[in-house]
């Protein structure tokens, strides 16, 4: 069993900053690209950020300037550098990963269980 795990949410005021960390555990071959997702109440999941295995990454036009993704391939780890953080961003986070599991294995699509970001004063 693969499983992400999401740490680092919390309450942050408006222009404030926050550090999303999320790890891959389990049986794991290679992963393909890490991102971030979120989620606001009613509206639909949108892509925040990304990163290949070779380090490319996209980011949403709402965030650029102002979030650095990264990870670490030698721990299965992703993160999320948020700064200047607005109220609108409040959602949940979730952390998302194309991972092979065995040498010969499909890649498969992999979510975690999100952790709540809660820009408010």
């Known amino acids: 069993q693969v499983q992400l795990v999401e740490t680092g949410g919390g309450l942050v005021q408006p222009g404030g900053s926050l550090r999303l960390s999320c790890a891959a555990s389990g049986s794991i071959f290679s992963i393909n690209t890490m991102g971030w997702y979120r989620q606001a109440p009613g509206k639909q999941r949108e892509l925040v950020a990304a990163v290949t295995s070779g380090g490319s990454t996209n980011y949403a036009d709402s965030v650029k300037g102002r979030f650095t993704i990264s990870r670490d391939n030698a721990k299965n780890a992703v993160y999320l550098q948020m700064n200047s953080l607005k109220p609108e961003e409040t959602a949940v986070y979730i952390c998302?990963?194309?991972?092979?599991?065995?040498?010969?294995?499909?890649?498969?699509?992999?979510w975690g269980q999100g952790t709540q970001v809660t820009v408010s004063s």
């Open positions: 998302n990963a194309l991972i092979q599991r065995y040498r010969y294995s499909f890649e498969v699509n992999t």
